[in-house]
């Protein structure tokens, strides 16, 4: 695994003071021009002897709550938005080596500039790449990673699946990561870690949660570029309107050298109209052979989904590109062509971003085949457009291949089985929404526990359920893994499994507790059981 050991940034105290100058509503301790800060930090289990811990109040609560932790690892300074109260003022009197205390009321709007200048404006010194949109954004920003890496580049990942400097088309260097985008400490130390180890570019998804919490402020974009946008977070923000509003700050209240926009997504296409140095990309059917493309364009003009991936014919200004990527899906694709274009916007050679595509690795847990006869694929879609556009995509993959006959052996043929469930504690009107795609899309249905969290997954199932028009067909499995082994004990060897909604997870949440669970590995495992047995 890759270990993020960059050099330390190493401020000092004084510095620090002086940088809040004007802030600071309290100091106890004695300042000393000699004590170096190493890192700033506002999770405690990220402190080292040479931290600083910055406690804001939180979502679930205080940064102070955990200072017990805090000093126990040797945190030498504590800045907070608020003083302390009085069991918290007898923690740090109990401590062996008291660290410093600075309060001031406004660190939490504090946060953003104070980390860029700690870490010396780390994204003026490394190229960024922010990625957002609904469903897509890890397998771009993979997909753009490996590009990268072809190209002679050194590309580094903060992402869903880890954080880390991509070496390979393997992603085990990636050191894991509790969201998609950490919080604005953390993105800047990464980031400055990142220009240390050698990086010369960091390839980021940014999510919605991460523009509304500003999770990514005084971040300098070399590109930032869309996938899509449709249903989803609910939970978080109150509307469909406010989640896209948030998707959209990414391109008008960040700064950007170049902009990368679907033209087939809503939002992309209303971006394009005020958009100055944008690069716009689809998919275009319609057009004929030796289109001249627009400035600014990179087009799909024809495609076929057959047994090994997908044949395509790309365009951008005068130049062609007839090839083929061994990924599945048309949403694979899209994915594609966004990776190509940011690539494009970058400044990159189109004929060698064009020879590295056949190269694409599907990214873990994102269409992901698992096993074959019966085919079993592995895929993260949690929302009923994705769900509806991975089932969609399998069954057509299926029937080209039928007409394409000097192809391998189809995946599939049989019958289409999903194996999916819906989160608790989410976005609760999404989940007849997943029934309703299940439904149109797969012939048999098995309605199972995702990442259950604080709800009762009788609830969960109940609400799923209220989708269907035809209830009574779905087989409802509670446990995840016997609900796997049951549809593949049933699955003849021409049908095909798609198993959604956990992707490259490893674990299933249950209450507070994350137990391990891998639907890769339950699918593995069942199948050695069964030659164990012959």
């Known amino acids: 695994m890759t270990e993020l050991n960059a050099k330390s940034a190493l401020k000092s105290i004084c510095q620090i003071i002086a940088f809040l100058e004007g802030e600071v509503l309290e100091i106890s301790g004695e300042v000393s021009d000699e004590d170096g800060i190493s890192d700033l930090a506002l999770d405690s289990r990220q402190l080292t002897q040479q931290s600083a811990f910055l406690a804001i109040q939180g979502a679930q609560g205080h940064g102070l709550d955990y200072l017990p932790q805090a000093l126990q690892a040797g945190a030498k300074?504590?800045?907070?938005?608020?003083?302390?109260?009085?069991?918290?003022?007898?923690?740090?009197?109990?401590?062996?080596?008291?660290?410093?205390?600075?309060?001031?009321?406004?660190?939490?709007?504090?946060l953003a500039s104070l980390a860029d200048w700690f870490y010396d404006s780390p994204s003026q010194r490394i190229k960024v790449i922010g990625i957002t949109g609904t469903n897509g954004k890890t397998s771009t920003?993979?997909?753009?990673?490996?590009?990268?890496?072809?190209?002679?580049?050194?590309?580094?990942?903060?992402?869903?699946?880890?954080?880390?400097?991509?070496?390979?088309?393997?992603?085990?260097?990636?050191?894991?990561?509790?969201?998609?985008?950490?919080?604005?400490?953390s993105v800047h130390r990464l980031l400055h870690q990142f220009a240390?180890?050698?990086?010369?570019?960091?390839?980021?998804?940014?999510?919605?949660?991460?523009?509304?919490?500003?999770?990514?402020?005084?971040?300098?974009?070399?590109?930032?570029?869309?996938?899509?946008?449709?249903?989803?977070?609910?939970?978080?923000?109150p509307s469909?309107?406010?989640?896209?509003?948030?998707?959209?700050?990414?391109?008008?209240?960040?700064?950007?050298?170049v902009q990368v926009l679907n033209r087939d997504d809503a939002l992309g296409r209303e971006l394009a109209k005020t958009s100055v140095n944008a690069l716009v990309y689809g998919i275009d059917t319609h057009s004929s052979a030796g289109i001249e493309c627009r400035p600014g364009e990179l087009l799909c003009t024809q495609?076929?989904?057959?047994?090994?991936?997908?044949?395509?014919?790309?365009?951008?200004?005068?130049?062609?590109?007839d090839t083929q990527i061994y990924l599945m899906g048309r949403f694979s694709l899209e994915n594609v062509l966004c990776a190509s274009s940011i690539l494009l916007a970058c400044g990159f050679d189109w004929a060698a971003c064009c020879h590295s595509l056949p190269n694409l690795?599907?990214?873990?847990?994102?269409m992901e085949v698992v096993h074959a006869q019966p085919t079993v694929i592995v895929d993260f879609a949690h929302t009923a457009d994705a769900l509806y556009k991975v089932l969609q995509s399998v069954k057509t993959h299926t029937v080209e291949t039928?007409?394409?006959s000097t192809e391998q052996a189809s995946p599939g043929g049989g019958a289409l089985w999903v194996v999916f469930g819906c989160g608790g504690d989410r976005d609760r009107g999404k989940r007849p929404l997943m029934a309703q795609s299940a439904e149109a899309m797969a012939d048999r249905v098995v309605l199972t526990s995702d990442n259950p969290r604080h709800e009762d997954p009788q609830q969960i199932f109940t609400d799923t359920l209220a989708g269907f028009k035809a209830p009574h067909k779905v087989k409802v499995i509670e446990d995840r893994k016997v609900a796997i082994e049951w549809v593949l004990q049933q699955a003849k060897p021409k049908d095909l499994v798609v198993v959604?909604?956990?992707?490259?997870?490893?674990?299933?949440?249950?209450?507070?507790?994350?137990?391990?669970f891998s639907d890769q590995q339950t699918v593995l495992n069942w199948f050695a059981a069964q030659k164990e047995r012959v």
């Open 141 to 185: 920003a993979h997909y753009v990673a490996q590009l990268l890496l072809a190209l002679g580049q050194r590309p580094a990942l903060i992402g869903t699946l880890g954080n880390g400097l991509l070496q390979s088309d393997k992603y085990g260097g990636l050191e894991p990561s509790a969201n998609t985008t950490p919080d604005v400490v």
């Open 303 to 321: 495609y076929d989904l057959v047994a090994s991936g997908i044949r395509l014919a790309l365009h951008y200004a005068q130049a062609e590109c």
């Open 361 to 366: 690795k599907a990214v873990n847990g994102r």
């Open 402 to 404: 039928q007409v394409h």
């Open 500 to 516: 959604a909604g956990k992707g490259h997870e490893a674990y299933q949440q249950i209450g507070d507790q994350k137990y391990p």
């Open 196 to 237: 240390d180890m050698g990086a010369n570019w960091v390839v980021m998804e940014v999510s919605s949660h991460a523009l509304e919490l500003g999770r990514i402020e005084q971040v300098r974009f070399e590109c930032v570029a869309l996938t899509q946008v449709t249903r989803d977070h609910l939970d978080f923000h």
């Open 240 to 257: 469909e309107t406010h989640y896209r509003l948030a998707k959209a700050k990414l391109f008008t209240d960040y700064s950007s050298r």
């Open 77 to 110: 300074l504590v800045i907070s938005d608020r003083a302390l109260t009085q069991t918290e003022q007898a923690w740090l009197a109990s401590a062996e080596s008291p660290p410093e205390l600075h309060v001031t009321s406004e660190l939490s709007t504090q």
